[in-house]
């Protein structure tokens, strides 16, 4: 399905914290790490003070650990800045869930969990839906889970499948193989991911340029509502504002916050 003329893809800016500061993986290898603040707040306040209307906030520790590791930084995150906070790793309780809402984030990301315990997403979706949201973490076109560093032999459109069953409508699609690589998306993969989703979903994965933020847009596709980038911005390859640009078509509507998943509409 493809989006109507004067539709829109938000941008995201993504702070993923490790020990305490915001950084990027190279492929999602946590020994290819490069650390681009010492502290995640300041990364926070540069991209809302460069436009931001939302922030995505990976706990890089939380995913390996099993439980949240920096609820602390996103607690001092959604205290300072004023925009809606998505935040994942680690999110594999209902206690640990509770616990991140509280600290601040609006929604929340599961991924390891959500695949391998389907009554803990039964239950997730139940109480805390629309503020669930699904992550499909991909390496070498089979599911991962476990902050990447576990493969499963799940096709992600089958594991989309399995998910969707289960009542989950919005999610978070990585292609870990390109992420950080600024080499740009897979066109064909998101195409094909988007015809499995019947919901709603965002797109993360190597994203470098304008281009490929243009790329994206011009796939029209109705359910690929928001594109999430980080090492690109810490690079300066574009601004908040430029990327909000491209990823607008070329006839814009007025935003609006209902356009992001778990925000009104479904």
Same mark, same amino acid.
């Given at each position: 399905?493809?989006?109507?003329?004067?539709?829109?893809?938000?941008?995201?800016?993504? +702070?993923?914290?490790?020990?305490?500061?915001?950084?990027?993986?190279?492929?999602?290898?946590?020994?290819?790490?490069?650390?681009?603040?010492?502290?995640?707040?300041?990364?926070?306040?540069?991209?809302?003070?460069?436009?931001?209307?939302?922030?995505?906030?990976?706990?890089?520790?939380?995913?390996?650990?099993?439980?949240?590791?920096?609820?602390?930084?996103?607690?001092? +995150?959604?205290?300072?800045?004023?925009?809606? +906070?998505?935040?994942?790793?680690?999110?594999?309780?209902?206690?640990?869930?509770?616990?991140?809402? *509280?600290?601040?984030?609006?929604?929340?990301? !599961?991924?390891?969990?959500?695949?391998?315990?389907?009554?803990?997403?039964?239950?997730?979706?139940?109480?805390?839906?629309?503020?669930?949201?699904?992550?499909?973490?991909?390496?070498?076109?089979?599911?991962?889970?476990?902050?990447?560093?576990?493969?499963?032999?799940?096709?992600?459109?089958?594991?989309? *499948?399995?998910?969707?069953?289960?009542?989950?409508?919005?999610?978070?699609?990585?292609?870990?193989?390109?992420?950080?690589?600024?080499?740009?998306?897979?066109?064909?993969?998101?195409?094909?991911?988007?015809?499995?989703?019947?919901?709603?979903?965002?797109?993360?994965?190597?994203?470098?340029?304008?281009?490929?933020?243009? *790329?994206?847009?011009?796939?029209?596709?109705?359910? !690929?509502?928001?594109?999430?980038?980080?090492?690109?911005?810490?690079?300066?390859?574009?601004?908040?504002?430029?990327?909000?640009?491209?990823?607008?078509?070329?006839?814009?509507?007025?935003?609006?916050?209902?356009?992001?998943?778990?925000?009104?509409?479904?």
């Amino acid at each position: 399905m493809r989006r109507a003329a004067g539709g829109r893809v938000i941008f995201i800016p993504a +702070i993923d914290v490790r020990a305490g500061r915001a950084v990027r993986l190279l492929r999602g290898d946590f020994q290819q790490e490069t650390v681009y603040h010492a502290d995640p707040l300041e990364a926070a306040r540069s991209f809302v003070d460069a436009g931001a209307r939302f922030l995505h906030i990976v706990d890089l520790d939380g995913a390996r650990a099993g439980e949240p590791r920096n609820l602390e930084q996103l607690r001092r +995150i959604a205290t300072h800045v004023d925009v809606p +906070i998505q935040f994942g790793g680690g999110l594999r309780s209902e206690a640990a869930i509770e616990a991140a809402l *509280a600290a601040g984030a609006t929604r929340v990301v !599961l991924g390891t969990s959500a695949l391998r315990n389907p009554d803990f997403l039964r239950r997730a979706l139940d109480r805390w839906d629309p503020r669930v949201v699904v992550a499909v973490d991909v390496r070498g076109g089979r599911v991962s889970v476990a902050g990447w560093e576990e493969q499963t032999e799940l096709d992600p459109v089958e594991a989309i *499948a399995r998910l969707q069953d289960l009542g989950a409508m919005r999610f978070v699609y990585t292609n870990a193989d390109r992420d950080g690589t600024l080499e740009g998306p897979d066109l064909q993969e998101v195409e094909r991911v988007a015809r499995a989703i019947r919901g709603r979903f965002l797109y993360s994965g190597g994203i470098g340029s304008i281009e490929h933020l243009e *790329a994206l847009r011009d796939l029209r596709l109705v359910n !690929l509502v928001g594109v999430i980038c980080g090492k690109a911005l810490y690079e300066s390859r574009f601004t908040v504002a430029e990327a909000q640009a491209a990823l607008e078509e070329r006839r814009p509507r007025r935003f609006r916050l209902a356009h992001f998943p778990g925000t009104g509409a479904a």
